[in-house]
């Protein structure tokens, strides 16, 4: 199995920074994209940033200059790098991976979450 495990989200005023961590682990053959969600209560999950294996970023055009993806595969790890917080980009905020996982005889491919973690950016 793997699991995708959140970390770096609290509580931040208006117009600080946070980083957020997510480290994968379990029966990891390879790591395609990783990436980054976000739900703020009463709304839908939402894309915040991807990274693709090599490292090609896609950002949520409201979030470009403010918020920077990064990943260390040697560790299994993605970043999000927030600045500038705003209130609005309160909401519990998820990794997602897409993973290809070693079993006894073959090698599958699939999608994980983390249980997430919460960003609270006070006015």
């Known amino acids: 199995q793997v699991q995708l495990v959140e970390s770096g989200g609290g509580l931040v005023q208006a117009g600080g920074s946070l980083r957020l961590s997510c480290a994968a682990s379990g029966s990891i053959f390879r790591i395609n994209a990783m990436g980054w969600y976000r739900q703020a209560p009463g709304k839908q999950r939402e894309l915040v940033a991807t990274?693709?294996?090599?490292?090609?970023?896609v950002y949520a055009d409201s979030l470009k200059g403010r918020f920077t993806t990064s990943r260390d595969d040697a560790k299994n790890m993605v970043y999000l790098q927030m600045n500038s917080l705003k209130f609005e980009d309160t909401a519990v905020y998820y990794c997602n991976a897409d993973v290809v996982r070693l079993t006894t005889d073959t090698l599958r491919r699939s999608a994980h979450w983390g249980q997430g973690t919460q960003v609270t950016v006070s006015s």
């Open positions: 990274i693709s294996s090599g490292g090609s970023t």
